[in-house]
């Protein structure tokens, strides 16, 4: 399948609906809570395996985008979004029939294996495409897109809830609700497979003759794995993430737990409201800061990020029991961030490493994501029940893993700090040593490689 190439007079902004489409369909990860309880009370299933179809899907998330961005990057977004499409939705499809048949082993294999690969390739594969329409803005033009994966849950949470209450909560009604969900987001992504396009490309020629290179440092991408860039951003991503999933992942026993002794008690509706403006924070700040990365630089809006996150945290962690306005600024604040952090990180790829490869790079990336996927449930999650564990309760339940999280924002603040520009000698046009005339130029090795 060649990338379709955009043909005069196309507007660049038929692209981000494009994916949007795609990220808007693929979000709907963030909303498979809903599905868990009539899960457990159909199957038997306790509630962390009712978790591991998720929990698969993003370990799969990680690892697609790592080992599949080279194939996006050379088969281009159509081929990329089009096995997204095959792939989530025959995982909606497989896990129907593991509900119809009461095999949990299918909903795993479907929603959490091939699901999980279309959520990784369904997600990098507008990338690169996106920052090629729009090299003056590429933070807005990626945080339209990934703003979709944040805000996906505030469409497909209410409506699968509507369904399951419309069909029911048994084997039947769960695996009627699957077949929907495969059924209806093929339709909608296929709506990305036919907008998206690709620019036109730009035959300039230099005074010896041979086409010019694209303006800046352009980097393949196993030639950015052996770069320190890349593993600083690796831990910048990777505490800024950690850092936000630990609250996004426990937000509405955390808030109950904050002031269950208070004579202001959260009821579980207002946790649950406190839920949906945690997704409307993560999805905002995936467009407003991302957007604010283009005026002030990619390097200032982590400095933000994990600086002010540290912030929050520490007023969270010593006064956020005394004030239930200031708890849930502060959470609002980190889960923005934490939403900002995914959308800006395309574009300080593309300042660092060019734009020859951002997509593979990026998804190379990502496997930072899997981790503090694991790493921010697991802090929250163990430090909470050991101290239940020690008879405390309430906010004290929290106080450690904060003080936590207020550490890997600073690792990950020291690390921002350190990223410099990729040194000439990674460049795609890199000349040899001399003799110039011996050997093969580096570009052609390098070209060979990321082949």
């Not at 352009?218 to 030639?223: K, M, P, T, Y």
């Not at 690792?411 to 000349?431: C, I, K, M, T, Y």
Request: proline share 6%; net charge positive; aromatic share 10%.
């Amino acid at each position: 399948m060649s990338p379709p190439i955009a043909p005069v007079g196309w507007s660049r902004w038929l692209v981000p609906p494009a994916a949007l489409s795609i990220h808007l369909s693929i979000g709907q990860a963030y909303a498979w809570s809903v599905f868990k309880p009539p899960l457990e009370d159909a199957l038997g299933l306790s509630g962390t395996q009712s978790a591991l179809p998720f929990q698969l899907g993003i370990v799969m998330l990680g690892l697609s985008a790592a080992f599949g961005g080279t194939l996006v990057e050379r088969r281009g977004p159509r081929w990329a979004m089009t096995v997204a499409l095959v792939c989530f939705s025959s995982g909606f499809l497989l896990s129907a029939l593991g509900a119809a048949t009461g095999q949990f082993w299918l909903i795993v294999l479907g929603y959490g294996f091939v699901g999980g690969i279309g959520l990784g390739i369904g997600y990098i594969s507008p990338v690169s495409t996106l920052i090629k329409w729009f090299p003056d803005r590429p933070g807005m033009a990626t945080g339209i897109a990934i703003m979709g994966f944040g805000g996906g849950a505030l469409i497909a949470s209410p409506w699968s809830a509507q369904m399951l209450e419309s069909f029911g909560g048994d084997n039947s009604g769960i695996a009627l609700a699957f077949l929907v969900h495969g059924l209806v987001y093929a339709v909608f992504m296929l709506l990305g497979v036919a907008l998206v396009r690709v620019p036109r490309p730009r035959v300039e020629q230099r005074t010896d003759g041979r086409p010019a290179t694209p303006a800046g440092p352009q980097v393949s991408a196993r030639q950015a794995l052996r770069t320190p860039q890349f593993w600083l951003l690796w831990v910048v991503l990777c505490m800024n993430v950690t850092a936000g999933i630990g609250i996004l992942e426990k937000a509405a026993p955390m808030i109950t737990d904050f002031f269950a002794d208070t004579s202001t008690p959260v009821s579980v509706t207002a946790a649950a409201g406190f839920v949906a403006l945690l997704s409307a924070a993560n999805m905002a700040g995936r467009i407003g800061w991302s957007s604010a990365s283009d005026l002030i630089g990619r390097k200032n809006i982590y400095r933000v990020y994990l600086g002010a996150g540290t912030l929050m945290y520490a007023l969270i962690a010593l006064v956020g029991s005394s004030s239930k306005p200031l708890f849930v600024l502060c959470a609002l604040v980190i889960l923005s961030f934490y939403g900002g952090g995914f959308a800006t990180i395309p574009a300080y790829l593309k300042d660092l490493f060019g734009t020859y490869q951002v997509g593979a790079i990026h998804g190379r990336l990502l496997t930072a994501w899997s981790t503090a996927g694991v790493l921010g449930p697991l802090i929250v999650n163990w430090i909470a029940d050991r101290q239940e564990e020690a008879g405390k309760h309430g906010a004290d339940l929290y106080g450690t893993s904060l003080f936590i999280m207020m550490a890997l924002l600073a690792v990950g603040f020291v690390a921002n700090e350190l990223v410099r520009p990729v040194h000439p000698s990674h460049h795609l046009d890199a000349a040899p040593a001399q003799p110039a005339e011996k050997g093969a130029p580096r570009a052609r090795r390098q070209r060979a490689e990321s082949a």
